[in-house]
């Protein structure tokens, strides 16, 4: 039952609003997935307005960036995703005879991903060259464990407490990636 659905995933997406937690980037991660599902039965039932509504939200909720600065190029990416995901859905809705407006239409949304995209790049490179230059001062790079929950950063880990260092290096002379 469509309707049925869409009621539960915005009660899920609204309540995940209003959840107090110190990771916001959980919370955006799971409520990009759950946006995803909203839009996609708003479609489906023959309510784009209500799509792009919803998107619109979605997207001013989690545009600014609330993780570390230096992971700036990560929320971009995330953006682009967003964008390249509803222009995706806009364009099957299309493709299954919805008529498109001159101001809202699949490409708007696939251009805006486009842009995220360039400057995720433009982030992550500025981020490659400033660690070259700390791994030039002799700082030394460890590998952080992948996460096994979605929007997860490895340094929330119980277990790693920030001695994660190789020998007897001090975690201020290392420096860690993802």
């Known amino acids: 039952d469509i309707p049925t659905a ?6 899920t ?19 990009g997935f759950i946006n995803f599902k909203i839009c996609q039965l708003s479609f489906r039932t ?19 960036h609330t993780e570390p600065p230096e992971l700036q190029f990560q929320h971009r990416q995330w953006l682009s995703h967003q964008f390249q995901f509803f222009g995706d859905l806009f364009n099957d ?33 500025l981020f490659k060259s400033e ?8 700082k030394q790079v460890i590998q952080l464990p992948v996460t096994k929950y979605f929007g997860q950063f490895p340094w929330e ?4 407490n920030g001695a994660m260092t190789n020998g007897n290096l001090d975690a201020d002379d290392c420096l860690f990636t993802i």
């Open 13 to 31: 997406y609204s309540q995940l609003l209003e959840t107090k937690v110190s990771n916001k980037h959980q919370i955006k991660i799971l409520c």
């Open 6 to 11: 869409l009621k539960h995933y915005n009660m």
């Open 157 to 160: 880990l119980e277990h790693y």
């Open 93 to 125: 809705a299309i493709s299954a005879g919805l008529t498109a407006l001159q101001t809202k239409h699949p490409g708007f949304y696939y251009l805006q991903a486009a842009q995220y995209t360039i400057q995720r790049r433009q982030l992550s490179d």
């Open 131 to 138: 660690v070259a230059a700390l791994v030039a001062e002799g």
């Open 46 to 64: 023959g309510a784009p307005l209500d799509a792009i509504a919803q998107f619109d939200r979605h997207i001013k909720q989690f545009k600014e």
